[in-house]
């Protein structure tokens, strides 16, 4: 199996599988030969492995289970990164429009990345698992 796919997938032992409904994508392998029967929906896989414990052939079988991806949100992203001491970046607020009434100072002072505040650490790093 390829080093990128075994990251995604774990191994459980085909009598573990069978006859409960898979929530995610499996494949089933005969360890025996090396044999590797493709990707499975949830209910396909569950039925064969049913099928396989009943007329005993589950032993010389490996099911390799999917894990879950966890997704980032995508509007965070783009506001938000991690800085090299492991806290959260942003940018701050007044600075899109009506700049004319501020003094360049501050206008400087905009330009430089802010933090985000510690209450909100958890929050953003839930969004940005890979951050």
Not at 27 to 41: A, C, N
Not at 79 to 95: L, P
């Amino acid at each position: 199996m390829p080093k990128a796919e075994a990251s995604r997938f774990s191994p459980c032992s085909a009598r573990s599988v069978a006859g409960r409904c898979l929530d995610k994508n499996a494949y089933v392998t005969l360890s025996s030969v090396g044999l590797r029967l493709g990707v499975f929906s949830e209910r396909l896989a569950a039925r064969f492995l049913s099928a396989l414990t009943r007329i005993g052939g589950a032993e010389r079988m490996e099911v390799w289970i999917a894990m879950a991806k966890m997704k980032t949100h995508k509007g965070a992203a783009k506001r938000f990164g991690r800085t090299a001491s492991g806290k959260f970046r942003r940018g701050k607020a007044f600075r899109s429009h009506l700049l004319g009434s501020k003094t360049a100072k501050r206008k400087r002072g905009l330009r430089q990345p802010g933090l985000a505040s510690d209450k909100d650490e958890k929050r953003i790093a839930r969004m940005l698992p890979y951050a």
